[in-house]
T-cell receptor
Framework: NAGVTQTPKFRILKIGQSMTLQCAQDMNHNYMYWYRQDPGMGLKLIYYSVGAGITDKGEVPNGYNVSRSTTEDFPLRLELAAPSQTSVYFC?????????????FGPGTRLTVT | AQSVSQHNHHVILSEAASLELGCNYSYGGTVNLFWYVQYPGQHLQLLLKFFSGDPLVKGIKGFEAEFIKSKFSFNLRKPSVQWSDTAEYFCAVISNSGYALNFGKGTSLLVTP
């Protein structure tokens, strides 16, 4: 199993550009998440999904959109990039059970908006 | 409001020193607790977790943590650190009814030879 994969690893965007961060998992997990990590701030949840076709906002959703058309994929869309979106983005997934406890993380995408 | 606090933001230790990183949480109800580690340039990896049972949890690489319910704490310990333990450590909490982890701000550990 590859686990959770993310592309690209690095990206530089100009203000106002758009892009999609890709995330895929091959563990048949129903739950998927997007976090952003800023220095000294820990990880903040952007969006999450409990299954194909179902998504919901996390703590910091503004400026982002997601979709979940398949169990495997959970892309994150930035429509109008802003410098405040410079961050490292992590995708994660977890299995369905009594609760979605243990999360497995991807390697991250480092995004710079200038 | 639900929150997770890590008291030490930066810790510097010499090799073979003992480590204890503090984590306190503010949650109502049953919680599940985690410590994740992020080595330089890498993604988060699970060190250990507590769901129920023995409050003293052993994880990978000689780490352990103790859940003290009365103190709302889940401190991470290691008796003797190594240079390779240099990393950032995150405490995280999820409630039984929650979907996503709530992370602390992290503790950066530097182990000097």
């Amino acid at each position: 199993n590859a686990g959770v994969t993310q592309t690209p690893k690095f990206r530089i965007l100009k203000i106002g550009q758009s892009m999609t961060l890709q995330c895929a998992q091959d563990m048949n997990h129903n739950y998927m998440y997007w976090y952003r990590q800023d220095p000294g701030m820990g990880l903040k949840l952007i969006y999450y999904s409990v299954g194909a076709g179902i998504t919901d906002k996390g703590e910091v959703p503004n400026g982002y959109n997601v979709s979940r058309s398949t169990t495997e994929d959970f892309p994150l869309r930035l429509e109008l990039a802003a410098p405040s979106q410079t961050s490292v983005y992590f995708c994660a997934s977890s299995s369905e059970g009594l609760a979605p406890y243990e999360q497995y993380f991807g390697p991250g995408t480092r995004l710079t908006v200038t | 409001a639900q929150s997770v606090s890590q008291h030490n933001h930066h810790v510097i230790l010499s090799e073979a020193a003992s480590l204890e990183l503090g984590c306190n949480y503010s949650y109502g109800g049953t919680v599940n607790l985690f410590w994740y580690v992020q080595y330089p340039g890498q993604h988060l990896q699970l060190l250990l977790k507590f769901f129920s049972g023995d409050p003293l949890v052993k994880g990978i690489k000689g780490f352990e943590a103790e859940f003290i319910k009365s103190k709302f704490s889940f401190n991470l310990r290691k008796p003797s650190v190594q240079w390779s333990d240099t990393a950032e450590y995150f405490c995280a909490v999820i409630s039984n009814s929650g979907y996503a982890l709530n992370f602390g701000k992290g503790t950066s550990l530097l182990v000097t030879p």
